[in-house]
């Protein structure tokens, strides 16, 4: 079966972040906002993830933004962070920052509203942004049980991808319930999902389905253009087949994912994980020497 992404051009640009070696932000995808029946207020989480990919400390002020024109407001809507960061991988650079996106009350059924953050490295007035997203899906409501962004190993060159399960809980909150759905996997970035669908059985209305409803999440054995020793970040934009037709309906949430560089050298004396003993890691032994272990 041929899987038909239904995913807008301005969702592709968002989902898709590989920017190794710069700074970058990072924002959910695709969440649902919740004023529909079994949700008490219109609010959906949110994760903002900062990254400096660069070798100088650095602190970013940000800030969330509607840019939908539809009032959504956040909490909190800014901040000041301050990444760990390295040239080595050593240390992950990035920082998740959780939110609240509360929706306005008048959000439509099936309506979308994109918001931005605007981040600015405050020595330098460097600013980056990244966009996000919520939706309110009146009949099927889908979370993530574990954490907000899930991290999956990136293999060292040759190595076989290990994957991680992300496991979902699938609400029916409106539908009839008689027939079951097709929840379809899209991942943006350079990951792979197995399996590609997901079949929930019938689910009576105000009920949740959580088992065996997982993806296997793992770096793609294709991906390109990644530094060694710097993360990634992508999406899995989860889409819903209500018809019975074989096909997605519409976006129904999304899973952030991270992938974290090998923790340790593939071989003695790589201290930056590049798969080469050099000058570089050199740089890295010298800077340390001298220094106290924990």
């Known amino acids: 079966m041929i899987l038909t992404s239904i995913v807008a051009a301005s969702a592709l640009n968002a989902a898709v972040v590989g920017q190794t070696g710069e700074n970058y932000c990072h924002l959910t995808w695709d969440k649902q906002c919740c004023p529909v029946p079994g949700c008490d207020v219109g609010i959906a989480p949110g994760i903002l993830t900062i990254c400096n990919e660069k070798p100088d400390a650095a602190e970013f002020m940000w800030q969330l933004v509607d840019v939908s024109g539809m009032g959504l407001q956040f909490m909190p809507a800014s901040g000041i962070a301050a ?17 609240t996106v509360i929706c306005p ?31 309110n ?7 993530t049980t574990g954490d907000p962004v899930i991290d999956v190993p990136m293999p060292r060159p040759g190595d076989v991808a ?17 027939d079951g759905v097709t929840i379809f ?30 993806f296997d999440i793992c770096y793609g054995q294709n991906s390109r253009g990644v530094i060694p020793g710097q993360s990634m970040m ?3 934009l989860l889409e819903i087949d209500t018809t019975g037709d074989g096909l997605p309906d519409t976006v129904i949430g999304s899973l952030t ?38």
């Open 185 to 214: 996997a899209v991942p943006m970035g350079g990951f792979d999902v197995m399996p590609s669908q997901l079949f929930i059985p019938p689910t009576p209305p105000g009920t949740q389905f959580a088992v065996d409803s997982f």
């Open 137 to 143: 899906v009146s009949d099927w409501k889908i979370d």
């Open 83 to 99: 990444p760990g960061n390295t040239p080595t991988g050593v240390v992950e650079p990035c920082i998740d920052i959780p939110f």
């Open 257 to 294: 994912v991270r992938a974290l560089p090998p923790s340790s050298a593939p071989c003695p004396g790589d201290l930056n994980g590049d798969g080469v003993v050099d000058t570089a890691d050199l740089g890295i032994l010298l800077g340390a020497f001298g220094t106290l272990c924990p």
């Open 162 to 178: 290990t994957p991680v399960r992300a496991n979902l809980t699938v609400s029916n909150i409106g539908s009839s319930g008689k």
């Open 105 to 135: 009350p008048n959000f439509p059924l099936g309506g979308v509203a994109d918001y931005q953050a605007i981040v600015t490295k405050i020595s330098t007035g460097e600013t980056f942004t990244c966009f996000g997203n919520v939706r």
């Open 234 to 236: 992508g999406d899995v």
